[in-house]
């Protein structure tokens, strides 16, 4: 069965500077890779996906990611953050067979300090 | 486009009351879901639908938990009778038939239950 793991659970970062966000995942199949932001008392919102070509994504607000398949990653990175990139992270896999079900991993807090 | 429209923003009721929750999902998305979110953790599949049929259900708690989706459109999730540990974001989220698209998610209900 597929699983998502986020290895920190909160990464606080100053104003300007680069940010990693780090995610593994299980799965013994092909897999599309998704990172979504979730705002304070908002829903989920896609950042970038991975589905296949090229294994490093650009996403929206500069972010970008890049998948691993030999090390099952799929690491979110900024070159540098604004405060408003203060939210909670999660990454995403959907086996490609699965029909549409994602698992979400427990999520990465990122607070960006002034 | 409009988004996924989520109603009540907000709920608190006593344990062993009913509560139901209602989700407008984008026109035209087929696929329908509902996640659990408990706080600290990332969402939880519930059930998802692909147009007014059950796709996965099975981590949906039958004994207190049901869902429709009458004529494939609008949703509501329904607990009865509620327990303290139902106390969670219940997010709605609806996508094209295909993992690869991404969802779209809704505000959510949160509901506290007492």
């Known amino acids: 069965a597929q699983s998502v793991t986020q290895l920190d659970s909160q990464v606080p970062v100053f104003e300007e500077a680069p940010v990693e966000l780090r995610c593994n995942y299980s799965?013994?199949?092909?897999?599309?890779l998704f990172w979504y932001v979730q705002y304070p008392n908002q829903g989920l919102q896609l950042l970038l996906k991975y589905l296949s070509g090229s294994t490093l994504v650009k996403g929206i607000n500069g972010f970008e990611a890049e998948f691993n398949k030999s090390q099952t990653s799929f690491h979110l990175r900024k070159p540098s953050v604004h405060i408003s990139d203060t939210a909670e992270y999660f990454c995403?896999?959907?086996?490609?067979?699965?029909?549409?079900?994602?698992?979400f991993g427990p999520g990465t807090s990122l607070s960006v300090i002034p | 486009e409009a988004g996924v429209a989520q109603s009540p923003r907000y709920k608190i009721i006593e344990k062993r009351q009913s509560v139901a929750f209602w989700c407008n999902p984008i026109s035209g998305h087929a696929t329908l879901y509902w996640y659990q979110q408990i706080l600290g953790q990332g969402p939880k599949l519930l059930i998802q639908f692909q147009n007014n049929g059950v796709v996965d259900d099975s981590q949906l708690p039958k004994d207190r938990f049901s869902a429709e989706r009458l004529k494939g459109v609008d949703s509501t999730l329904k607990i009865q009778p509620a327990k303290l540990e139902d106390s969670a974001v219940y997010l709605c989220a609806s996508s094209f038939p295909g993992g690869w698209y991404g969802y779209t998610f809704g505000s959510g209900t949160r509901l506290t239950v007492v």
């Open positions: 995403a896999v959907s086996e490609i067979a699965s029909y549409d079900k994602v698992i």
């Open positions: 799965s013994s199949v092909s897999v599309y």
